[in-house]
């Protein structure tokens, strides 16, 4: 699958700041998540899965932090679907301080299609694989645009 990258820009609020002065780590799981929604829904995949009774459910999270953030820096999410399998689809993030350039953060999440009432696992039908291998190159949000 080609890594088509969607990019959502904030800035870092003084309430993500835990006591060391940082960027509390619970805050990027968070990011992580929203930005996942944000992107599903962004290249039209909520509406078909919706009609399929089907839904979404993070398996595993993995993070690696390499740098800390501050209140009031600027920094991009970026996030791509590194592949997607029968039943699992592998998320890829990377959070990087715009004021440098340098990646602060790296993570990815393994997603699980469930039947939304059972919550047991489904075979990702062709049609939401296609949204992913589709419509996101390019795509890029920033706060001023949402």
């Given amino acids: 699958m080609t890594n088509r990258v969607y990019i959502r820009s904030f800035t870092i609020p003084a309430d993500a700041i ?5 960027v509390n780590n619970v ?4 990011w992580m ?3 996942a929604v944000e992107h599903y829904e962004a290249i039209g995949g909520i509406n078909p899965m919706q009609l399929m009774g089907a839904t979404w459910v993070v398996r595993e999270h993995r993070i ?3 740098l800390p953030a501050f209140a009031g820096e600027e920094i991009e999410i970026r996030i791509w679907v590194e592949n997607v399998r029968r ?5 890829k993030y990377e959070f990087v301080r715009q004021s440098d350039g ?7 999440t393994d997603w699980v299609f469930v039947d939304a009432k059972t919550g047991a696992p489904r075979a990702i039908p062709g049609e939401v694989s296609k949204i992913f291998a589709s419509r996101t190159e390019g795509l890029k949000k ?3 645009n949402r």
């Fill in 27 to 30: 805050a990027y799981v968070q």
């Fill in 33 to 35: 998540q929203d930005v």
């Fill in 18 to 22: 835990d006591e060391n002065g940082h």
């Fill in 87 to 91: 039943i699992r689809s592998l998320r």
């Fill in 64 to 66: 690696e932090y390499l």
């Fill in 142 to 144: 920033s706060e001023d």
């Fill in 102 to 108: 340098k990646v602060l953060v790296k993570g990815e």
